[in-house]
């Protein structure tokens, strides 16, 4: 691949010609044609079972295809494992993060490459040197040394990046690279793709943001239902126009909000404080309104969260629900007291991936399915049923094991447990991540409409046009302690993300 | 380059098919394993399939078919049991102890023996469990200090010697018929319908998928997921103790080393029933076939002839391949 040979070829660096892929029951990809041209982002979208995945797991010889080509520099190539495609200089940066937590940096980027010394023991300061060069060509500062579970998801994720790049490879596939962290780190990220574009290598960025889409793109394809139904240039199309082109539908408006707040004060938490993690944290939130917390990775959101619902219960300070003090040392007690606590991380604390459905959305509710300790299984199946349409899940059965699910469908199966018990208060903790926008537009008309049947929302989100266009007001959490509040008429993206990162020190001086 | 093409096709077929074959295989493999097992048995000798010999096997399946239904519970939730052999012994011996003239303390109803020995058994489990659940300490770990405990409570309560001439009474345990059929198989049987359901009928049984499969998400969910912990190793140390008092009845003498590696039958049921080692995925009926599996491995080798070396080395080939089984579920 030298310097001549590149720009006489006429060839793209990336050619994928009527891809054909099935699966019992469904066609995964049909007929589908790419470009990836050197020095170029190319954006993926399409909602989750467009497509994306399964062509990416062609891409990296996971799936075999059932049909069609795929060239790299005109030439075909048929990859059976993923060791094949790095080799061809293809390497990908997965949505879901695989680090191994009791590995250092290096390891992790150099895992199953080690170089050795006189081909027997691992040269442990070859790798961290090399580890430290390749984080810092990406303006990472970060100690090779540490061991994944020592840093934050932002850290891993860049960690992830270097991995990738540290494979020489000429085509970048990014997987959602921003779902996992705060839009500060995601600008960084974006810059970073950007430059890397500029060094000429071929990068397919999928993602569901059309902010960043239309930020770092310079071709959008869009998929639906396994075809490829569009490619333009990022100039010459528009926001919306990829939106209705994914949903193969008009929509009308991304965010709905109709909600009434009422005088009655539903939640009212006076100073709560726990350990290093939040700090006097004083809020009032009304029936029928929709609170937001806004704050980085770390600035203590979720942890507040887990405090009121008593996960981890709070060191001082007072919960009072509808006037009434409230003491919740675990979740039974918020619970009994009318809350309900969708987690941030729905595979790790909101579902039972390896149960159906019906398990999942029971779990929480099963005192009021049963008689003594007997499960009434007519009535159990019928408010499951209930429920799961209310949300429109879309599952073959009840009985669907729920991993197979998709990530909307997934997040459709934690709200429907947690709505079965109607909590009067209810924390959502980043409820839209990861999923696509048809499912997010149904999670927002429905905050909107089950906080004007009189209910309180908590809403944390990290992302600044959804947590101003959905809430009422918005509190913002920096280093465990609220530095400022705002209403959503006053509030400003560069705002909210100014007093985000103040520091301690410059928050308690914004207080007084 | 057409001919190319359509011998990939038939490739893709093929691999198809075997998808479907092999899912099949591991949705009914054990199942289909143990009826292939027994139709061959039963053309390989005459005497297999009387009603005698099912008799026999399924009396001698009921011992480690109790403790694998303990078992099943604890590794539900993502935990081991080795302990259940010494806790059979332990069991066993300080019910026939009661039940038994020969032990000092004379000889009270069977049932206050029975009961008794349930106990003990109940109680070296809570003592695993308590560790387990309470100080957050591994299970294995945990278990096998037990396994080494109360083998050793067992000796020191019974001097190392047998406890003989054991109560009439107390024997029909595990002598008695009902029907023709053994009181411990239909021990066994009932034990195995409560625990069915216990399992799948009551939110306990919930509770206990939901810890294995996602302890966190269960605990937001408000269940007490310590108790649910605790509570698996008190039930297999009560299956272990009702084993060890249906030995005792059965051999006619309390033997504190009664049970020595019971616990790798008992896993291995478990394991060849499809339970998951990790937690949240398995099924009762599985051990169950699991448990009778292994008994009809060893009762036919045995009418076969073949030594008891080869069938250790069969016992073992089929723990694998049905882990083997397990995991091509798991990446379906």
New interface residues.
Partial sequence: MSAPNRSDSAAPLLEIRDLTKRFPGVLALDAVNLCLERGSVHAICGENGAGKSTLMNLLMGIDSRDRGEILIDGRPVQFVNPKQALAAGISIIEQELNPVPEMTVAENMFLGRESTRFGLWVDARAAQEKARQILASLGIELNPRLKMKELSLAQIQLVEIGKALSYDSEILIMDEPTSAIAEKDADRLLDLVKSLRDQGKGILYVSHRMNEIFRVADTITVFRDGRCVSTQLASETNRPEVVSLMIGRKLEDEYTKNNRIQPEVALSVRGLSRGDDFHDISLEVHAGEIYGIFGLMGSGRSEFFDALFGVEPADEGEICLFGDRCEHRRPKDAMANGMALVTEDRKKSGLVLSSSVRDNVALPNLRQLSCGPLILEGREKDAVQRITDRFRLKTPSLRQIVSRLSGGNQQKVVLAKWLLRSPRILLLDEPTRGIDIGAKGEIYSFMSEYANEGHAILLISSELPEIIAMSDRILVFSNGRAVGECSQAEARQEELLRLASLSVHEGEVLHA | MPENHSARRSE?SF??GR?TLARLLSEYGILLAFLVLVVVLSFASEYFLRADNIINILRQTSINALLAIGMTFVILTGGIDLSVGSVLAFGGIVAASLASEAFGGGVVHPLVALAAGLGGGVLLGAINGLFIAKWRMPAFVVTLGMLSMGRGFTFIYSDGMPVPRIDERFLVIGQGTFLGIPFPVLILAFVFLVSWVILY????G??V??VG??E?????????TRWIIFSVYAISGFCAALAGIILTARTTAGLPQAGQAYELDAIAAVVIGGT?LSG??GTLTGTLIGALLIGVIGNGLDLLGVSSYYQQVIKGAIIIVAVLLDSFRKRD
């Fill in positions: 893709q691999a198809g998808h009928k009551t939110r306990y919930r509770y998928y939901a499969g996602n966190k998400s269960a605990q937001v969910s408000g269940v007490n998951s949240g995925r």
